[in-house]
């Protein structure tokens, strides 16, 4: 569904900055209650955090007087088992105007070994103009960011004829597992015309992001036999194909000496080449000194829109139980992450084909569990057009569209659910967030900014009619 197109109207901008700025002592310390529940739906942590976390940011869009109704509801699994709790809300507006459909996620990251945090994980601490904490960034400053839009909306519109649903999910960083089943049962309560997703990255503090593209991804464990039974190494070696020799070989037969990957018929999409240099690429990945790049295309390029490679694990003894043994069976995992538009089971299938050929020595290799989950290209129109507008208004310096390396597969399953929904995956995570590692952080003025852009979007989506 379109929407008549008009300009951003420029008074919006100074009454929605100044809402926000009044406002944000009163959100960071709404958020800094949420980082207080660890709520993580791995099945080794309390799950009664997570029922603490979604009652808790359930009240705080009840507060709001704004919605129909606020509830929390759960799906099953595919094993039968209910999900984690996720918030729903909505708000019907006038049929002449657009349904927006704001996500998020509560649950958050374990945080992982203490000793590596510089403040209490659970504790939201300020620093100079970063508030830290587990979760203060991933995403549970994507739920401040909606509550505040909402709130900025129901302060500065004269009538409010806007549609508005909330879904905060409760188990995104467990990999969504209930998640098809939800909106499949949730399916008429969620339906909009505009998705807006914020659970992303700008690409730095002062310039804000669209992201228009996610890598698929492939993973395949494989395990490479050549002895029906260990043997001394001494004795044999020399002639001997073990499978650790076997099995190393194979793998590096995946990247070219310049580090391309090598399945053969693997897509590739031509991505926006902004400007990020090997240095600023290699501290942030924390590259050791003298360590240089892979591949022979931009980093930008090699990102986002190329196919990636990683062994990231192996099954084999340790050094410290090692003997001089040649081992008979060795087994490893590999992830390779796709571009966007590459299907994952032909892309399977090509990696299935390229370590079956080159299996050395004659090697036997089994295939064995796999994992797949398609990419994502978003569609162009007038929220993504809206979008950089706002953006650009509420950010130093204008939008840029951008990709992530990593994959959301939940992105593809809303695109199918809802094909007539124009998605906007946004964010208020920078280059220096550290979602995931220790001392995750949110920049507070990148939030600040988060919040006016969808304040300004909210309220001039309000004055919106359908074509």
């Known amino acids: 569904m379109t929407f008549a197109s008009r300009p951003l109207d420029p008074a919006l901008v100074e009454p929605v900055a100044g809402f926000i700025g009044d406002s944000f002592p009163q959100a960071i310390g709404q958020l800094g209650e949420m980082v207080k529940i660890p709520g993580i739906a791995w099945e080794a942590f309390d799950a009664n955090n997570l029922e603490r976390s979604a009652e808790l940011v359930a009240k705080y869009f009840s507060d709001l007087g704004f919605f129909d109704w606020v509830e929390i509801r759960r799906a099953p699994k595919p094993n039968g088992q209910m999900g984690s709790p996720a918030i729903v809300a909505r708000r019907a507006g006038k049929p002449e105007r657009p349904h927006v459909l704001l996500y998020a996620h509560h649950d958050v990251q374990p945080p992982g070994d203490s000793a590596l945090w510089e403040t209490d994980p659970f504790t939201a601490t300020l620093k100079g103009d970063r508030l830290f904490g587990r979760g203060v960034s991933d995403d549970k400053s994507g739920i401040i960011t909606h509550l505040y839009a909402i709130r900025a909306l129901q302060e500065l519109a004269a009538e409010v004829d806007l549609g508005i649903s909330i879904f905060i999910e409760g188990e995104e960083e467990a990999g969504s597992e209930s998640f098809d089943n939800f909106l499949a049962e ?125 062994v990231i694990g192996i099954d084999a003894p340790t050094v410290a139980l090692s003997s001089n043994t040649a081992q008979p069976s060795i087994s490893a995992k590999i992830s390779m992450r796709i571009a966007p538009d590459q299907d994952p089971l032909e892309a399977l299938k090509l990696l299935q084909q390229h370590l079956l050929d080159h299996a050395p020595f004659g090697a036997h290799v089994e295939l064995g569990a796999i994992e797949k989950g398609p990419g994502y290209l978003a569609k162009e129109g007038w929220g993504s057009t809206l979008a950089h507008e706002v953006f650009s208004a509420a950010w130093p310096q204008k939008s840029v569209n951008i990709g992530i390396g990593g994959s959301i597969p939940f992105i593809s399953t809303f695109a199918t659910m809802f094909p007539n929904a124009e998605i906007m995956v946004t964010g208020v995570e920078e280059p220096d967030s550290r979602a995931h590692s220790p001392n995750e952080s949110q920049h507070l003025p990148t939030l600040k900014r988060a919040m006016t852009a969808e304040a300004l979007l909210l309220l001039h989506g309000n004055q919106l009619t359908r074509d």
């Open 186 to 310: 949730n399916r008429e309560d969620l339906a909009a015309d505009l998705i807006i997703v914020a659970d992303s990255a700008n690409w730095s503090t002062e310039i804000p992001a669209l992201t228009t593209s996610l890598r698929g991804m492939v993973s395949q464990v494989l395990t490479v036999k050549t002895l029906d039974h260990a043997v001394h190494s001494g004795m044999f070696g020399g002639p001997l194909p073990d499978a650790m020799t076997a099995m190393i070989k194979l793998l590096a037969t995946l990247t070219t000496e310049a580090g391309d990957v090598a399945v053969k018929g693997l897509n590739s999409i031509k991505c926006d080449d902004l400007p990020l240099e090997e240095a600023e690429f290699a501290a942030l990945a924390g590259l050791l000194e003298g360590v240089k790049p892979m591949g022979t295309k931009s980093l930008v390029q090699q990102t986002w829109g190329e196919p990636a490679i990683t």
